[in-house]
């Protein structure tokens, strides 16, 4: 089992619609989970953090934590074509590993007008 | 600009020749990470330092892999005896630390092609 898994699409929604983003993560002691955006070609860009279980909103941008069922999620409300890119999960594990950030796979979002 | 910088940008060398990729960080930012990414996967850690301490290596890195941060400023991996498995982009980041567990800044990257 991966430790942080997502679906690697690709993700096709129209232009205004919402994209949903969904992640799982196998360690119980991670604390703390991010949403990187890396475009074709260029290296990730933070967009989202989340630290407790619930939603946090930024824009158009939601993230969603659910530490009892290991899920994050991220929705991008009023999509647009600039939002076409690799959504990268990440998670902070906790205990001896307090720092350092696995990635998932990444999903690929196509946002067509 | 202030940002990360790796240097070479691209490296494309031979099956068995030795390698070696510099960062500097973000010039406040005490932690520094290198991970590796290869086309459709996400970025797969490597290892990472608190200033000059390396705090932890990834179990899947053999030992041709090695990387310092001599003075807590910049930092270089080596790769010895290249094989064609290692050609990738070797992406390094960093970050203020503690005050921002997770919030990494990453550099362009170095592409790396093995002949």
């Known amino acids: 089992q991966k430790e942080v898994e997502q679906n690697s699409g690709p993700l096709s929604v129209p232009e205004g619609a919402i994209a949903s983003l969904n992640c799982t993560y196998s360690?119980?002691?991670?604390?703390?989970f991010f949403w990187y955006r890396q475009y074709s070609g260029k290296s990730p860009e933070l967009i989202m953090s989340?630290?407790?279980?619930g939603d946090k909103e930024d824009g158009r941008f939601t993230a969603q934590l659910n530490k009892a069922s290991q899920y994050v999620s991220l929705l991008i409300r009023d999509s647009q074509p600039s939002d076409s890119a690799t959504y990268l999960c990440?998670?902070?594990?906790?205990?001896?590993?307090?720092?350092?950030?696995?990635f998932g796979q990444g999903t690929i979002l196509t946002v067509h007008p | 600009d202030t940002g990360v910088s790796q240097d070479p940008r691209h490296k494309i060398t031979k099956r068995g020749q030795n390698v070696t990729f510099r960062c500097d960080p973000i010039s406040e930012h005490n932690r520094l990470y290198w991970y590796r990414q290869t086309l459709g996967q996400g970025p797969e850690f490597l290892t990472y330092?608190?200033?000059?301490?390396?705090?932890?290596k990834s179990r899947l890195l053999s030992d041709r892999f090695s990387a310092e941060r001599p003075k807590g400023s910049f930092s270089t991996l080596e790769i010895q005896r290249t094989e064609q498995g290692d050609s990738a982009m070797y992406l390094c980041?960093?970050?203020?630390?503690?005050?921002?567990?997770?919030?990494?800044?990453f550099g362009e990257g170095s592409r790396l092609t093995v002949l």
């Open positions: 990440a998670v902070n594990a906790g205990g001896t590993s307090y720092g350092k950030l696995t």
């Open positions: 360690d119980r002691g991670s604390q703390s």
């Open positions: 330092f608190q200033n000059e301490a390396q705090l932890e």
């Open positions: 980041a960093s970050s203020l630390g503690l005050a921002r567990i997770g919030e990494l800044f």
């Open positions: 989340i630290y407790s279980n």
